[in-house]
Every structure is written in C-alpha cells, then in structure tokens.
C-alpha cells in the first residue's frame, strides 16, 4: 500500500494528503547506497553494513553503547573495507541492560551511513526526557542535539516543508545537521 485513502493509522508510506509518513523515511535510509544494520542475536546484536555501489567502500566502522541516562560508551573503532554489490557481516557486539546500541560507518568526520538498535520490547521502556535542542542554522537546516537518546524525533516544519531525513533516533554526543 502507497498511500492512504482517508486519514487512518496503516502501513503506507505517505498519508491521504500525500504526506510522507515515518516508513518512508525508514525505507530511504534501509535503501540508500550505504547502510550499516543492527539485529538482537542471543545477548548480542549482529552487525553488517551493504555498499549498493559498484565500488569498494573504505570506511570506519564505530560502535557505541548508550544508556537510557546519557552516559555514552565507545565498544570500538575499526577500518573496514566493503566489497561492491554486496552485503557484509561485521561480527556481533554484545549488548548488556537497557542500553541503545548504535553503528556508523564513517569517513572522517562525515557519517556515511547509521543504526540505532533499541531494547525491547520497546513499550516497557520508560525513556527519560531527551533533553532535545534545535538550533535553526539559518539557511533551510537545523541542528539537533540530546543529551539522552530519543526515538523517533519527528520534523514537522507544515505542509510544504521536505525535510532531508525524519523520524530520527538521536543519541547523545552526535549532533545531526537536517
């Protein structure tokens, strides 16, 4: 289903004004020539990331754990290089309490590609404010930072506003320019 008929909670991707709704926001980000995934496995989470392009992809693979309270912790910083055309596993990473787990694949300070893998079930989560701030940059972008992960920040600027990305998960010492 593309879109909706009439104003109803469904899985389309854009709504009865032709609105786009948050999956596909999600599906852009699944179906870009780069991306890096997350899954619980066991205790742990697998890794992997996909290079859609037709060449290998030399990049940095970071991977942090991140408390419900802030505190940010860096499991690991690795160089990986992703063959064309293909997917890759990148091993597991262990995955302990109620923490979020985030990927980047990074080439210098710029962030290729990104996951975030929640504790679940979700709805039994009791998610402290994130401490939110948007900072308008002045020229059609805004800045947001949080100082506790948050799930899901949705832009809404009215109709007519397309926004770069959307329903973002945002994690605490990783500003996002949108």
Known sequence: QLDDCW??????????ALRPKAALAA???ELAPLAVGLMHEGHGAAVWAVNATPEPVAATLELRRCALAGAVELLE????TLPPLAAT??????VAGEAV???RLLRGD???A???????PLKHLHLPDPGLSVTSLGDDRVELRVARPAKGVILDGG????????????LPDEPRTI
């Open 7 to 16: 104003p109803v909670v469904s899985w389309a991707v854009v709504d009865s």
């Open 27 to 29: 599906i852009r980000r």
């Open 77 to 80: 910083r690795r160089e990986v």
């Open 89 to 94: 596993e990148l091993g597991a990473v262990s």
């Open 101 to 103: 787990l985030a990927a």
């Open 110 to 112: 710029e962030a290729l």
């Open 114 to 120: 990104r996951a975030a893998l929640w504790p679940e």
């Open 159 to 170: 109709d007519g506003v397309a926004w770069a990305d959307n329903y973002l998960d945002l």
